[in-house]
């Protein structure tokens, strides 16, 4: 839901957590970052789109069904403390 009344109120809600709350999340962000995005992935990454862009693999890639598609292991759940 892309509404600015749905971003307001999911801003307001964030802000009204309490500050060790906020930490922990910042904390639980940085720690997911650098376990699933490090220059090695990117790199793998970056090299596999490359390669199906010059040899055309990639039209036979079918767009993903699922968030889950996109990112293995599932989104992070921000009420998980």
């Known amino acids: 839901d892309a509404r600015i009344e ?3 109120d999911g801003v307001r809600a964030l802000a009204e957590r309490p500050a060790t709350e906020l930490e922990g999340m910042a904390r639980a962000g940085w720690e997911h970052a ?3 995005h490090t220059k090695e992935t990117f790199a793998a990454g970056a090299r596999d789109v490359m390669e199906r862009l010059v040899d055309g693999r990639w ?3 079918p767009p993903p069904q699922s968030l889950d ?3 293995p292991g599932g989104v992070p759940d921000p009420e998980a403390r």
Do not use: S
């Open 6 to 8: 749905t971003l307001r």
């Open 34 to 36: 650098r376990r699933h």
């Open 59 to 61: 039209r036979d890639v």
């Open 69 to 71: 598609e996109v990112w």
